[in-house]
């Protein structure tokens, strides 16, 4: 059914990479003199894992396939998570950027692509539950 946790949890994640291409413009413009493909890359990472997530809503009568579209969105996530962490360090280590007052809340913006990745972690794990659940029920029967 659509109403369990997992859905507020894909939901949540969801959200999040959207707030996160919401606020991630003016850190990116910044990175772009150095960094030109960054732009890019974490726009369409970010815009499939938010359309992997939801779609795996939507799949919740076929348990397996929506724990393999939630372990695609993990990756797509994990993927903006390491190309951002990619590019921070890069940034700091080779260029020299430092992190002014002002510039402060756009790197906590960096922050939102872990906590979805939390969030599509946590509703993969309610999904294993659901089928674990489901092959306990079966075996009583």
Known sequence: M???LQTLYLLLGAGLLGC???LVGPWSEAA?????WLGYATTALAAL???VGLLAIFLYKQRERQQAVILTALVLTLL?????GGALAYLHFQVG?????G?????FTLLLPVAAYLAYWMARR???RDIALVRSMDRLR
């Open 2 to 4: 659509i109403q369990r």
């Open 20 to 22: 996160f291409l919401a």
């Open 32 to 36: 772009a003199p150095f960094l030109p």
């Open 49 to 51: 894992g938010i359309a």
């Open 80 to 84: 903006l998570v390491l190309a951002l």
């Open 97 to 101: 950027m430092r992190v002014e007052e």
């Open 103 to 107: 510039e402060a809340v756009g790197y």
């Open 126 to 128: 309610g999904v294993r």
